[in-house]
């Protein structure tokens, strides 16, 4: 009988831990899909409980709040944002293909910005009621072509990207972990499908810095590049491989910089990195580099020919 207790208790107990751990597991999920789809609507996340947050986003996009858990409401969001099929465009593609369709400059920015810059170049006015019915409003525009044709295409590790610096880097007063914008230069294009396209922004950050000392000691700085977009807002990894190395050799990319390395990849999850040298070293904007897709991304792209037929 004393067994018989012990082993329901032991139930009990485990049951308990394992209904934590998925509750755990469930509010993390959460909180991350909300994280994501804040930072493309608002273009920042928000520090208040997940409930508000959901029911904010969901008016914005929606137009009304809807009813179920958490976690399925958060799963809903992420599917119109993200998730591309047959029958349904998702916003971030839709966004970003209208931006390069009308500016070839996507915006580092959230819906809320973007698609009234998009209506009033169009429309010549805001329009008004959720992001949802707006963007669908803005696609039967007949300057942005043919309804789009998605294709599931695979951006090879190794393809090579060429970035161009939006900020000035210098090595006389850049600090540790400041933050700076790039640019990609060239639409990256696989099998007639737009898979990255031209204009989009990413940051790269300063992870290794040393101002250039007497006795001709050079500055150096380097430049740790984490990832870009693709079309449909996947994070595409970004490395400095050899072949990377070898165009910045050949485009030269500073009067007086030089490529030495790559920065040793540490457990900090650093991507990349990119070694420039000088007496005081200064990166002028607008300085081409070129970066390498770290790992395959399956990327859902937009078929080029079908807006064109």
């Known amino acids: 009988m004393r067994m018989l207790k012990y082993y329901v208790i032991s139930f009990v107990i485990v049951s308990v831990l394992i209904s934590s751990n998925a509750l755990a597991l469930d509010e993390t999920s959460t909180t991350e899909l909300i994280d994501k789809s804040e930072l493309s609507i608002y273009g920042e996340t ?9 029911e904010n986003i ?33 916003l971030e593609t839709l966004v970003n293909f209208m931006e390069w369709r009308l500016w070839e400059n996507l915006e580092n920015d959230g819906f809320i ?22 963007v669908q409003s803005i696609l039967k525009n007949s300057l942005l072509g043919k309804p789009l044709h998605i294709q599931k295409v695979v951006l090879s590790e190794g393809t ?6 939006l900020d000035t880097i210098s090595s006389r007063n850049a600090q540790m972990e400041d933050s700076f914008q790039f640019q990609v230069v060239d639409n990256i294009v696989i099998s007639n499908c737009l898979v990255i396209p031209k204009g989009i922004k990413g940051i790269c950050k300063i992870f290794k810095i040393k101002r250039a000392k007497k006795f001709g000691r050079n500055g150096k700085i380097t430049l740790e590049f984490q990832s870009i977009k693709s079309i449909d807002g996947q994070n595409v990894g ?12 050949q485009a030269g990319i500073a009067a007086s910089a030089s490529i030495v ?20 070293v200064t990166i002028p904007e607008e300085t081409e580099i070129y970066a390498a897709v770290k790992e395959p991304v399956n990327v859902k792209a937009v078929f080029l020919p079908a807006l064109e037929d």
């Open 46 to 54: 928000f520090e208040k409980g997940l409930i508000y947050r959901i």
């Open 58 to 90: 969901e008016k914005n996009l929606f137009g009304k709040s809807s009813k179920g858990s958490v976690l399925k409401r958060a799963e809903i969001i992420d599917e119109s944002l993200y998730n591309c099929s047959e029958k349904n465009n998702a």
């Open 113 to 134: 910005n973007r698609v009234p810059r998009i209506e009033k170049l169009l429309f010549g006015k805001e329009l008004t009621g959720p992001i949802s019915n707006r």
């Open 160 to 165: 090579l990207i060429k970035l161009k610096t």
């Open 238 to 249: 970004l490395a400095i491989n050899a072949q990377a190395i070898e165009n910045n050799k």
């Open 261 to 280: 390395g790559v920065a040793a990849l540490g457990p900090l999850g650093l991507l990349s990195g990119l070694f420039i040298n000088g007496e005081d």
